[in-house]
């Protein structure tokens, strides 16, 4: 069975930093690309961040390139979040998210998704 | 603001069918069959109930189909259930390792 457990979610003050991390199980985690997707209250989705199942190339939204960086460690099965300098309007409960497709990055969607946890960027 | 446009909302009674369209560019939608559709219920993750504009996962029910026509993709949920009430967002392929979704759409099973 497929888990994807995220953590590392909380309270940082504006400029602040957190890094979430995703505990991948049941899958051949190296082979597959993983994203980030995040969720504000009450909002719709935005995709983040992508990283390819080797980890060598990774891809990011507008809005968090120079700030987010993806990485993951396939001896741990394990996806990375780095955030940096936040913002008020990156509060959102974040989802770690498996691609459906080995071949594909992020284009044939995402079959299995985590739990999500939430980080909220306030003073 | 979301780059894919959708109704924010949805109806029908047990066992009616009901529509919800996902309009964007050809940029997107209109230039890829990458597009995604997700159910979520409250306080729950995504779930993911069509890829490729027409695929359904495996134990996805049949009543849920998708297809697209120029920049505009649709999914439709016939026969309706009490369980099917939920948001559902599409999402598309926009190029270069880029997605997009939509602002999600809330049906309601009357």
């Known amino acids: 069975e497929v888990q994807l457990l995220e953590s590392g979610g909380g309270l940082v003050q504006p400029g602040g930093s957190l890094r979430l991390s995703c505990a991948a199980s049941g899958f051949t985690f190296g082979t597959y690309a993983m994203s980030w997707v995040r969720q504000a209250p009450g909002k719709g989705l935005e995709w983040v961040s992508v990283?390819?199942?080797?980890?060598?190339?990774?891809y990011g939204a507008d809005s968090v390139k120079g700030r987010f960086t993806i990485s993951r460690d396939n001896s741990k099965n394990t996806l990375y979040l780095q955030m940096n300098s936040l913002r008020v309007e990156d509060t959102a409960t974040y989802y770690c998210?498996?691609?459906?497709?080995?071949?594909?990055?992020?284009?044939?969607?995402?079959?299995?998704w985590g739990q999500g946890t939430p980080v909220t960027v306030s003073s | 603001q979301s780059a894919l446009t959708q109704p924010p909302s949805a109806s029908g009674s047990p066992g009616q069918s009901v529509t919800i369209s996902c309009t964007g560019t050809s940029s997107d939608v209109g230039g890829y069959n990458y597009v995604s559709w997700y159910q979520q219920h409250p306080g729950k993750a995504p779930k993911l109930i069509i890829y490729?504009?027409?695929k359904r996962p495996s134990g996805v029910p049949d009543r849920f189909s998708g297809s697209k026509s120029g920049n505009t993709a649709s999914l439709t949920v016939s026969g309706l259930q009490a369980e099917d009430e939920a948001d559902y967002y599409c999402s598309s392929y926009a190029g270069i390792n880029n997605l997009v979704f939509g602002p999600g759409t809330k049906v309601t099973v009357l």
């Open positions: 998210a498996k691609s459906s497709d080995p071949n594909v990055n992020i284009a044939s969607g995402f079959d299995y």
């Open positions: 490729e504009v027409t």
């Open positions: 990283i390819n199942g080797g980890g060598g190339n990774t």
